[in-house]
């Protein structure tokens, strides 16, 4: 998991609301991924970003939102649209020249 | 389209035997594969990756796995399964293709390696 941070590592949401998931890596990786894990699904992606400034949508975008301000930060954003958010969130990262990624260790959210 | 399978959801080895995770995988290109790992509540752990040359690839804690070209499979191996193996492992290949998609990784459903004692 070394280089890079993700908060919370639970997090709770209530109906309706907004909730923002910080992933941070001090890897200096151009390229930043977020991916949702359910039990039996393997991983989905959800945004990818390769550069600062830029993100594409995944296969589940969805009731998600990114920002990709800076290149250590890639947070994720998942709105009150996403009807059944209760997932593991895992944050990952890769040089674009490089091709492994290294992931965070991960933010489990639950709805109440 | 890119795409893996991992067609075993549950190995079972006793410690000490070898074990074998199984993945296969389809690419329109040359693939670049990888080997995961994932404890408990944990985010997962590179194992090692093939990218070109020798068909046999050597990672972390003891694992290996082999490039079959052939049959489009790049299978998990380990000589002697240790108890704390027990983990969920993911296998992944990497879309080279053009656009947007460059780099994302395709990943199968996981398999779950249970080492008795």
């Known amino acids: 998991d070394g280089g890079i941070t993700q908060s919370p590592k639970y997090l709770f949401r209530k109906e309706g609301q907004n909730v923002t998931l910080s992933c941070e890596q001090n890897l200096n990786h151009d390229a930043m991924y977020w991916y949702r894990q359910d039990p039996g699904q393997g991983l989905r992606l959800i945004y990818y970003?390769?550069?600062?400034?830029?993100?594409q949508k995944g296969d589940i975008a969805e009731g998600y939102s990114v920002s990709r301000e800076k290149k250590e930060s890639f947070p994720l954003t998942v709105t009150s649209a996403q009807k059944n958010p209760t997932a593991f969130y895992l944050c990952a990262s890769s040089t674009t020249s490089q091709e492994t990624q290294y992931f965070g260790p991960g933010t489990r959210l639950l709805v109440l | 389209a890119q795409s893996v399978a991992q067609p075993e959801d549950q190995v079972n080895v006793a410690e000490g035997n070898p074990l074998t995770v199984k993945c296969t995988y389809s690419?329109?290109?040359?693939?670049?594969l990888f080997w995961y790992v994932q404890y408990p509540n944990r985010g997962l752990q590179f194992l090692l990756k093939y990218i070109t040359g020798d068909n046999l690839v050597k990672g972390s804690y003891g694992f290996e796995a082999e490039f079959n070209k052939s049959q489009t499979s790049f299978h998990l191996k380990k000589p002697s399964a240790l108890v704390s193996d027990s983990a969920l492992y993911f296998c992944?290949?990497?879309?080279f293709g053009r656009g947007s998609t460059l780099g994302r990784l395709y990943f199968g459903r996981g398999t779950q390696l249970t080492v008795w004692p």
């Open positions: 992944a290949v990497r879309d």
């Open positions: 970003s390769q550069i600062v400034n830029d993100f």
């Open positions: 690419v329109s290109g040359n693939p670049y």
